[in-house]
């Protein structure tokens, strides 16, 4: 048994391996995060709080019910020759408002939190540092980019690849306040960047001013090159739709818009 376990093991370890190499664009899921990846902007990190305060309400509640039914078959299963029935607490007020109240309560702060975070993540102020036009189409991306002093940039716009190093990249500053605006001509699209732990559908047809076509982030401290996708199945290369999101410092992100304006500065 010994023996035949050890290739197992070692083909197990291989097809691993490869199957992280191959999985490159895929966050890695971290416990300590409650199985989400590291998030990269701050509303990232609103998700995270979220999710994990759900897990460890749900999981507490869990805890509680499993330990009073344990409790009750190892100590309430001794007189079962006994023919009669157990005390009834039907019609007994105080139980029934308990039973009542707690389950009301346990849903009021699951609303409450949601509510409250899903109002700071759909937030936009109007007053980001930088401001991205995403225009989705069949199968890529094309970003526009305008700062707060009004520079945009040429716009980069992709076509579909199977690596998300070779998608279009947006360019953005780290520690700075992002503001995204969706837009697309065809079908359904779904702007997706895992480590912002958020996506949002694209809807053709909705006018410029509706709210729901704007997010904001604010982007944290973490230079790199983050994969992003489309995640609303919108034709053939769908699965193709990648680009990635590079943070780099203030200064970098100066240069790039400095080097890609569009047309000349006026
Ligand atoms: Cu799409």
Not at 23 to 36: H, R, T, Y
Not at 45 to 62: D, S
Not at 131 to 143: D, L
Request: aromatic share 10%.
């Amino acid at each position: 048994m010994a023996r035949r376990r050890v290739p197992r093991a070692a083909a197990l370890a291989l097809l691993l391996a490869s199957a992280t190499a191959c999985a490159n664009d895929v966050p890695e899921a971290k416990w300590s995060n409650g199985l989400l990846p590291d998030a990269i902007t701050q509303q990232g990190e609103t998700v995270t709080a979220l999710w994990n305060g759900a897990w460890i309400a749900a999981l507490a509640t869990g805890g509680v019910v499993i330990g009073l039914i344990v409790w009750a078959c190892l100590f309430h299963t001794r007189r079962r020759a006994k023919a009669d029935l157990p005390p009834q607490v039907r019609y007994n007020l105080p139980i029934e408002m308990l039973y009542t109240l707690v389950p009301l309560v346990m849903v009021s702060v699951f609303f409450f939190f949601t509510a409250r975070d899903s109002e700071e993540l759909s937030r936009v102020t109007g007053d980001a540092d930088v401001k991205v036009k995403v225009e989705a189409f069949q199968w890529s991306w094309r970003f526009t980019t305008t700062t707060a002093d009004g520079k945009t940039t040429e716009p980069v716009s992709g076509m579909p690849v199977s690596d998300y190093q070779q998608g279009p990249q947006l360019v953005l500053p780290v520690d700075k306040k992002v503001e995204f605006d969706l837009f697309t001509d065809d079908v359904i699209h779904s702007f997706w960047v895992p480590d912002f732990l958020f996506k949002r559908d694209i809807i053709p047809g909705i006018p410029d001013d509706n709210p729901g076509r704007k997010f904001e982030v604010t982007t944290l401290s973490k230079p790199g090159v983050y994969a992003g996708r489309c995640a609303e199945l919108c034709g053939v290369d769908h699965s193709r739709m990648l680009f990635s999101i590079k943070l780099v410092t203030q200064q970098e992100f100066d240069q790039y818009v400095a080097s890609n304006q569009a047309g000349s500065a006026q």
